[in-house]
């Protein structure tokens, strides 16, 4: 277990998966992440919330190095996935995603059949030799992902005619399928009905058991619901991060009381 | 009252009608215009539209109608034997021009209206007197004309006269209409709006009918061409060797198969280029370079294919001849002259370039950013991510683009006219000159072809031939493109 820096209060945690300091979050001119410093521990799912804007989603994609993708953001500081720098220049953003997998907002199925979008990353990553090896992680990733009883008759239909919560679980296999060791959801549930919100959560808590997981919600309750650790993030700041149970019940600063208690954002 | 005039009475007369219903309502709404049920204005644009809508529908059909009636109430004047003699058509074209002749010479004070109506062909030489005002006629002019144009000269002043009256009353009469409507409660806004619609709807008609009209002269013409000559022939025929003077063939096959041999090298050309160069300026091209180079490429697309031709004719046909004729570098005497299909099938996939890009550029662009992100968060390559992803995504759109520059290669005459050369020929060699469907309906139709022969009239096969394939390429285009759109909505 890492020492966490100061102002972060300290929670028992298993192990540091992902431990980011100083880190700062730059879109041109607009400073959207100011000095984040947190610890994210292994084989649990640690809950990001706050007001809108407030710079969740933009640190999730910072430790995936999604951002690279954005040509005007620019991030500074150190984030270390198993002790080893994720913007080292010797990193390779490609490989590091495959490690650090994301779960978007909205489902994303590419247009191809169930099939063909689980085993796009196997494939790109050259993790299969053999035809029945693919179809070996197709199906145990639809099974995990708490799919494959609905699908299994129709892997060559195509990904875009499942229903949204479908999709949503659809893109959640597809992420298990390359063996990621942590895998990030920005609001997974926000397109999803309350029953298949309850599907995906379910899953989640299943896949704490072997993955580590970081969640962007806006709902309390699911942040409740599933997560051991809170983070509370407000203007790009962390405001203060804990047990969730500390969060919800106990909150240290006045921002997090308020918000939790809807009294802002 | 000269036309021009007319119309500008109207339009006064409208102006006046804007200003009295607008001016009426303000009145009748006490000066508060909460009160109206429309903003002042609509009043004052549904009184002027009263006053425009029927005194201008009138004046159109009554100059469509005009000509029709005096025509055909002059043309009974003229007898049978002259009829027999020459034609109607031509008499009553003779008549037109005598009667336009008076008009002339009476403006210029050549003639008395006296002496204009008195005129007959013994008493006076009309020929030499509208030679005289400057208009010329054929032959002289026989009393029988001569009467006739007096005729159509009365008739056709009766009748501008009966149209101003007309149309001045109907302006008034809505004027009057319009304003006298004119109260707080009337609802001018939906008036002018329904007004508006229809005008929408007649310009939305005006396009569909010509295309329809077009298709059906085609059609007509293209009836006459086969009761001339066996449909049989022209489908299947292998030789096309038009000669005016009769027992031409007009075998169609080897201009269908010059145009689709030029198109696929066309094709050959603009497809992958253009679509790489889609792919690159969407995916990889730093915003500066795509602010740069997409308009340049779309200035390429504005260029007349005249110049294409130009170029074809000037530069690229000697260029491959420097290459591929006898005395080319290569010695390989495949080429005998500068047109040939290579030069014209190279250069419309030039044209074709920007085509194919923009409209691929467009398609790229409309697959969703989510799409990236979802196969870039799996740990996918940028170039995996163009390849496995969006390619595939956009591949209906993408070969929706490609018929369409196909139908456009398809239908593209300058270009041959210029660079394919002349001779009908069915060849394998690309480097022969041969001549395309679109080239041969320019040529059948140019010059002093009698236009009830078949050698003319074997254009409108020719360009209903085209008209079919291209209309079917455009609808599996389109078809595919629209389909292609549904899945992201
Ligand atoms: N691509 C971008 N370009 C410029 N600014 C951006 C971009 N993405 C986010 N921002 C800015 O960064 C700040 C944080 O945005 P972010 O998307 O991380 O918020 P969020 O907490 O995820 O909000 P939400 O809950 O609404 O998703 C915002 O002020 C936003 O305007
Ligand atoms: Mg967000």
Redesign the pocket.
């Known amino acids: 277990m890492t020492q966490m820096p100061g102002t972060i209060k300290a929670a028992k945690m298993t192990d540091t998966k992902i431990s980011a300091r100083n880190v700062q979050v730059y ?2 001119d ?1 400073h ?1 992440i100011k000095d984040v410093n947190i610890e994210i521990g292994s084989r649990a799912v640690t809950a990001f919330i ?1 007001p ?8 999730l994609r910072c430790l995936n190095r999604m951002n690279d993708t ?1 040509d ?2 620019r991030v500074e500081g150190n984030i270390d996935l198993d002790g080893e720098d994720i913007y080292d220049s010797r990193v390779d953003p490609v490989q590091l995603r495959a490690k650090v997998g994301m779960v978007f907002q909205k489902p994303n199925p590419f247009p191809k059949s169930i099939y063909d979008n689980i085993a796009y990353g196997p494939r790109i990553h050259g993790l299969v030799r053999k035809k029945a090896e693919l179809d070996e992680i197709v199906a145990s990733s639809l099974q995990k992902a708490g799919l494959w009883n609905e699908v299994k008759d129709r892997l060559d239909g195509p990904g875009t005619g499942l229903s949204g919560g479908q999709q949503q679980r659809l893109c959640i296999a597809r992420a298990i399928a390359v063996s990621p060791e942590v895998i990030l959801m920005d ?1 997974p549930c926000s397109a999803l009905d309350p029953i298949a919100t309850a599907k995906v959560e379910e899953l989640i808590d299943e896949l704490r058991e072997n993955f580590t997981i970081v969640i ?1 919600t ?1 709902s309390m309750q699911q942040a409740a619901r599933v997560s051991q650790r809170t983070a509370f ?1 407000h203007m790009g700041n962390l405001v203060e991060i804990g047990d969730t149970q500390d969060i919800f019940t106990n909150p240290v600063d006045k921002r997090t009381q308020d918000y939790i208690t809807g009294r802002f954002g | 009252m000269p036309l021009s005039l007319l119309f500008a009475s109207c339009l006064l007369i409208a102006a006046l009608a804007f200003l009295m219903g607008r001016g009426k309502a303000f009145k009748s709404a006490g000066g508060d215009i909460r009160k109206l049920h429309s903003l002042p204005g609509y009043y004052g644009w549904n009184s002027a539209l009263m006053v425009l809508l029927p005194s201008m529908a009138a004046l159109v059909i009554w100059l469509a109608v005009q000509p029709l009636v005096i025509n055909s109430s002059v043309s009974q004047m003229i007898s049978t034997q002259s009829v027999e003699a020459s034609s109607l058509d031509l008499i009553m074209s003779d008549v037109r021009r005598v009667a336009e002749g008076l008009n002339k010479a009476v403006e210029a004070g050549a003639m008395t209206e006296a002496e204009v109506s008195g005129a007959t062909a013994e008493s006076m030489n009309v020929r030499e007197r509208l030679g005289a005002v400057g208009v010329a006629l054929g032959s002289d002019v026989s009393n029988e004309t001569l009467q006739a144009a007096q005729s159509y000269r009365d008739l056709s002043a009766t009748s501008g006269l009966l149209r101003t009256i007309a149309v001045l009353a109907l302006a008034l009469g809505g004027l009057v209409f319009g304003v006298v409507r004119t109260n707080k409660d009337f609802r001018a806004r939906n008036t002018v709006e329904r007004v508006i619609l229809g005008l929408l709807i007649a310009a939305a008609s005006i396009a569909i009918l010509t295309t329809v009209g077009i298709v059906f002269s085609l059609i007509f013409n293209t009836v006459e061409f086969f009761k001339l000559y066996p449909a049989a022939d022209f489908f299947f025929g292998l030789t096309w060797s038009p000669s005016f003077g009769g027992g031409s063939d007009l075998g169609i096959l080897p201009l269908i198969w010059a145009t689709l041999y030029i198109s696929l090298i066309a094709l050959a050309v603009s497809v992958p280029v253009g679509l790489f160069a889609a792919i690159y300026l969407s995916e990889y091209a730093a915003p500066l370079v795509r602010s740069v180079a997409k308009p340049l490429l779309e200035v390429l697309a504005g260029i007349p294919t005249i110049v294409y031709g130009l170029f074809a004719l000037l530069t690229v046909g000697p260029l491959l001849v420097d290459i591929f004729g006898s005395n080319g570098v290569l010695h390989l005497g495949w080429m005998q002259g500068g047109t040939a299909v290579m030069t014209a099938g190279l250069v419309m996939g030039i044209m074709l370039i920007p085509f194919v890009s923009s409209l691929s550029d467009d398609i790229i662009n409309a697959v969703p950013q989510a799409m990236r992100d979802g196969s870039l968060g799996l740990g996918a390559t940028h170039s995996e991510t163009v390849k496995q992803v969006i390619l595939p995504a956009a591949l209906p759109g993408i070969v929706g683009a490609i018929l369409l520059a196909a139908s456009r290669a398809i239908g593209e005459t300058m270009i041959v006219v210029l660079g394919a050369g002349a001779a009908a020929r069915l060849s394998m060699n690309p480097f022969d000159a041969m001549t395309t469907v679109t080239a041969k309906i320019v040529s059948q139709l140019t010059g002093d072809a009698d236009f009830a022969s078949p050698e003319a009239l074997v254009a409108f096969a020719l360009g209903m031939t085209l008209f079919v394939m291209t209309l079917g390429l455009n609808v599996i285009a389109l078809y595919i493109v629209r389909k292609y759109r549904e899945q992201y909505e």
Do not use: D, L, P, Q
């Open positions: 879109y041109g607009t959207a706050g809108s804007g407030c710079g969740k989603s933009t640190f954005i005007i953001c609001e962007v806006h993030f």
